[in-house]
């Protein structure tokens, strides 16, 4: 049998090669920062993998590699719970509990039903393809179920795909109403997911119009096509919006940025202003003075010699803020830093506030929420501490 290339094919590989490497990603950093794409990571690789046994069957390599017969079948049902899981743990921020196993019944339902198929040699498998790898329609019948009969599992999948959508989609608009001006981080997440969402829909709305007598004769191909549509912009979107595999955003704070505020200033002086939070960063950064307890402005203008006056000004005009919010947040910032980096599991919440030279927990938690968007003890959670 000769294998048969063309660009619907190569399409569906360079999707499902790009869609496993970028599931991969997002699980590690998953498991790693973001516990809660985990599911999404789950979904990326199952749906990729579906498409790579979908390019085994157009391209006819099926008849060299008779094993992954009905193996895409397989992967879409551990696929469809997983986008619903992914907005639920996001919005809910919760993580996997004992009775999300409950959404595997119905891959339990088609190995019981179908595992026999499974089991077959490769000579038997062969024999079934050579009669279904040439209609399709057959193909979709699922004409060796032991139990339930043919024409179930193709349609049942739709179903419980569109099942899972609307109560995917109601979850999220409860958390768009709730969350009317969300913070950067969230308002990057809702957009993504109103694409993820989307291209969800367009999978199992072709099916509905065939039964209601539309019957549209590319109806596989557009579902496939938005599997692959959703595979390769996800992907390539990491890229550009990492904050989605991150699960939050450190603003980088070493380039000096353009002044937040309009104060006028003249050429010299704002070159001298520049100069000046050089030298505010260094000291602050180098010698982590932002970490000792009641640390004041003039403690500051002390221990680096310039006015009070030219640091709140410079603090102003370039970071939007007063002394006590930029050392408040040097000292998230550090917090952050070591949660990263597992160094403070076993911490309190008191203890956190003092190592970052807050006076109690409540101010510590206060500027927590003020500059991350959330309180430590969320944060926490998320990182699955």
């Given at each position: 049998?000769?294998?048969?290339?063309?660009?619907?094919?190569?399409?569906?590989?360079?999707?499902?090669?790009?869609?496993?490497?970028?599931?991969?990603?997002?699980?590690?950093?998953?498991?790693?920062?973001?516990?809660?794409?985990?599911?999404?990571?789950?979904?990326?690789?199952?749906?990729?993998?579906?498409?790579?046994?979908?390019?085994?069957?157009?391209?006819?390599?099926?008849?060299?590699?008779?094993?992954?017969?009905?193996?895409?079948?397989?992967?879409?049902?551990?696929?469809?719970?997983?986008?619903?899981?992914?907005?639920?743990?996001?919005?809910?921020?919760?993580?996997?509990?004992?009775?999300?196993?409950?959404?595997?019944?119905?891959?339990?339902?088609?190995?019981?039903?179908?595992?026999?198929?499974?089991l077959l040699s490769n000579a038997e498998k062969m024999t079934i393809l050579q009669e279904e790898i040439y209609n399709l329609p057959l193909l979709g019948e699922f004409r060796q179920s032991k139990y339930i009969g043919p024409g179930f599992h193709e349609d049942f999948r739709s179903y419980l795909f569109s099942f899972y959508w609307v109560v995917q989609f109601f979850i999220f608009m409860?958390?768009?109403?709730?969350?009317?001006?969300?913070?950067?981080?969230?308002?990057?997440?809702?957009?993504?997911?109103?694409?993820?969402?989307?291209?969800?829909?367009?999978?199992?709305?072709?099916?509905?119009?065939?039964?209601l007598g539309f019957q549209i004769s590319a109806a596989d191909l557009i579902t496939k096509s938005f599997v692959i549509l959703w595979i390769l912009l996800s992907s390539v979107s990491l890229f550009f919006y990492p904050s989605l595999l991150y699960g939050f955003t450190i603003k980088p704070e070493k380039e000096i940025p353009k002044a937040t505020k309009t104060i006028e200033t003249s050429?010299?002086?704002?070159?001298?202003?520049?100069?000046?939070?050089?030298?505010?960063?260094?000291?602050?950064?180098?010698?982590?003075?932002?970490?000792?307890?009641?640390?004041?402005?003039?403690?500051?203008?002390?221990?680096?010699?310039?006015?009070?006056?030219?640091?709140?000004?410079?603090?102003?005009?370039?970071?939007?803020?007063?002394?006590?919010?930029?050392?408040?947040?040097?000292?998230?910032?550090?917090?952050?830093?070591?949660?990263?980096?597992?160094?403070?599991?076993?911490?309190?919440?008191?203890?956190?506030?003092?190592?970052?030279?807050?006076?109690?927990?409540?101010?510590?938690?206060?500027?927590?929420?003020?500059?991350?968007?959330?309180?430590?003890?969320?944060?926490?959670?998320?990182?699955?501490?």
């Amino acid at each position: 049998m000769e294998i048969t290339l063309h660009f619907n094919s190569l399409i569906h590989l360079a999707a499902a090669i790009l869609g496993i490497l970028s599931g991969f990603i997002i699980l590690y950093f998953g498991i790693k920062t973001n516990p809660a794409n985990q599911p999404l990571a789950f979904a990326q690789i199952f749906a990729s993998l579906a498409i790579f046994v979908d390019f085994i069957v157009i391209s006819k390599l099926i008849f060299y590699w008779p094993f992954v017969y009905r193996l895409g079948h397989l992967f879409i049902l551990i696929f469809i719970p997983m986008p619903f899981l992914y907005v639920l743990f996001y919005t809910k921020k919760r993580l996997w509990r004992w009775f999300d196993l409950l959404h595997a019944l119905p891959l339990v339902v088609f190995l019981v039903d179908y595992g026999h198929v499974y089991l077959l040699s490769n000579a038997e498998k062969m024999t079934i393809l050579q009669e279904e790898i040439y209609n399709l329609p057959l193909l979709g019948e699922f004409r060796q179920s032991k139990y339930i009969g043919p024409g179930f599992h193709e349609d049942f999948r739709s179903y419980l795909f569109s099942f899972y959508w609307v109560v995917q989609f109601f979850i999220f608009m409860e958390w768009v109403l709730i969350n009317k001006n969300p913070d950067p981080g969230a308002r990057l997440w809702r957009n993504w997911t109103i694409f993820f969402i989307v291209c969800q829909f367009f999978m199992f709305v072709p099916f509905y119009l065939n039964l209601l007598g539309f019957q549209i004769s590319a109806a596989d191909l557009i579902t496939k096509s938005f599997v692959i549509l959703w595979i390769l912009l996800s992907s390539v979107s990491l890229f550009f919006y990492p904050s989605l595999l991150y699960g939050f955003t450190i603003k980088p704070e070493k380039e000096i940025p353009k002044a937040t505020k309009t104060i006028e200033t003249s050429v010299e002086e704002g070159q001298k202003l520049e100069e000046i939070l050089k030298s505010i960063e260094h000291h602050m950064d180098e010698r982590k003075l932002f970490l000792t307890q009641g640390y004041s402005i003039n403690d500051f203008s002390k221990d680096i010699n310039l006015p009070v006056y030219q640091i709140s000004k410079c603090l102003n005009i370039f970071r939007g803020m007063g002394f006590v919010d930029y050392n408040n947040q040097k000292r998230i910032m550090h917090c952050v830093s070591k949660f990263g980096k597992r160094e403070w599991q076993i911490y309190t919440f008191e203890a956190m506030a003092s190592e970052c030279g807050f006076s109690n927990r409540n101010t510590f938690t206060r500027a927590f929420k003020k500059f991350q968007g959330c309180y430590p003890s969320e944060y926490k959670k998320n990182l699955n501490f």
